[in-house]
C-alpha cells in the first residue's frame, strides 16, 4: 500500500511522515509538496503538491491507495475550493482513501468560525466523495505558547481574551501519532475523531510554563475587542484576528470537548506533565 501525506514541508505534515516511517509498517510513504525544495531529507519520494494546482495533484496522486489531507492556511473561501481540488484529484487518481487534518471550535458566532465553517465544508466533501474516509479534529496546538515563552516573560503575563475557559490543548507529535494510526488501520474508517489532550485554562497553562521555565507568569484576561485589535497589531489583520478568535472560542467553551485520542491513537495522550518536563 502507498500512503501520500500532503504539506509535508510543513510541521504537521513532516511529523505525520516522520510517524509513519518510524511505525515501519510496510507501506510506501511519498510526500506531497507545494514547495518540493523545501521538504527536509525524509528518505522519502517527495512529489508536487500545490492545493491550486488540479492537474499536478492528478499526477502525484497516481499509485496512492491512501491519501492524508492537511488542512490548508488560505483564507476560508479560498480553502474549501484548494481542498476540493485535492478530493477530486484523489478521485480522478484512484485513491480509496483520505484521511483529513480538520479542526476543532465554534461553528457561529467567534472571529475563528469563518475557518471553522470552511474546514466543516471539507469534511463534507470528504464524506460525500464515495472514498474511505477518517477526520480528526485537531486541538489547539501547546508549542506556540512554549516559542512564546521569552515574550511572555518580558511581559510577565499571559494575556489573552481565553478568560477562564477550558481548551483541549495537543503536540504536532502526539497528532502525528494518532494520524499515522488513522492512516494505517481500517477499524477508523467512517469516524470523526476529537483529538487533543487534557484540558488546560490559561492559568493553568502559566503554571506549566512557570514550572519549566522558572517565570513568574500570571494570566490577565483581555476583552475580546481589545485583544483583537493588540494581535491585529502584532501580526496584520487576518492572523490577528484568527488568533482573537481562537481564544474567544476558548472563553466560550468551544474547545472544551471529551477528546477521542485514545480510541484514534490505541493510547493516551501524552500528559501535561510528562510534556512539560521533557522541554
Ligand atoms: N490546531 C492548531 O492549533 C493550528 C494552528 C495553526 C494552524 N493549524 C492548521 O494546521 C495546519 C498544519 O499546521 P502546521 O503546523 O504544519 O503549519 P506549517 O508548519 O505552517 O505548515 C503549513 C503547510 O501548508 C502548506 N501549504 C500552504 N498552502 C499550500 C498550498 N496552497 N498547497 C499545498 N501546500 C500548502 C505549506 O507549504 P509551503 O512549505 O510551501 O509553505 C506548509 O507545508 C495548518 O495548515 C492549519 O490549517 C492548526
Known amino acids: 500500500m502507498t500512503i501520500a501525506v500532503t504539506a509535508v514541508t510543513g510541521q504537521l505534515g513532516g511529523a505525520i511522515a516522520e510517524a509513519l516511517i518510524a511505525m515501519n509498517t510496510g507501506e510506501t510513504i511519498i510526500g506531497l509538496a507545494r514547495s518540493p525544495a523545501k521538504a527536509k531529507e525524509l528518505g522519502i519520494e517527495i512529489r508536487p503538491g500545490d492545493y491550486d494546482d488540479a492537474g499536478q495533484l492528478r ?46 471550535g465554534a461553528e457561529q458566532g467567534t472571529a475563528f468560525s469563518p475557518i471553522i465553517r470552511s474546514n466543516r465544508q471539507t469534511e463534507a466533501d470528504i464524506r460525500d466523495s464515495g472514498l474511505d474516509w477518517v477526520i480528526g479534529r485537531n486541538g489547539i496546538y501547546i508549542e506556540p505558547d512554549v516559542e512564546y515563552i521569552d515574550s511572555y516573560r518580558k511581559a510577565g503575563e499571559i494575556a489573552n481574551c481565553a478568560g477562564d475557559g477550558r481548551c483541549g490543548y495537543t503536540t504536532r507529535p502526539e497528532l502525528a501519532f494518532a494520524y499515522a494510526r488513522m492512516l494505517t488501520g481500517s477499524d477508523h474508517n467512517g469516524r470523526t475523531y476529537n483529538l487533543h489532550g487534557g484540558l488546560l485554562t490559561q492559568s493553568e497553562l502559566a503554571d506549566y510554563l512557570n514550572k519549566a521555565f522558572g517565570s513568574e507568569l500570571v494570566y490577565r484576561p483581555m476583552s475580546f475587542e481589545d485583544f483583537k485589535a493588540d494581535r491585529i497589531a502584532e501580526l496584520g489583520e487576518f492572523i490577528g484576528t484568527v488568533i482573537a478568535g481562537i481564544y474567544q472560542g476558548i472563553r466560550e467553551g468551544a474547545s472544551d470537548r471529551p477528546s477521542d485520542f485514545e480510541a484514534a491513537a490505541g493510547r493516551p495522550h501524552q500528559s501535561w506533565d510528562d510534556y512539560f518536563s521533557s522541554i
Open 59 to 104: 499526477a502525484s496522486l497516481a499509485g496512492v491507495d491512501t491519501l492524508l489531507l492537511v488542512s490548508g492556511m488560505a483564507a476560508p473561501e479560498d480553502r474549501i475550493g484548494q481542498h476540493r481540488n485535492v478530493i477530486n484529484a484523489a478521485k480522478a487518481a484512484g485513491v480509496k482513501k483520505i484521511v483529513y487534518t480538520s479542526v476543532q
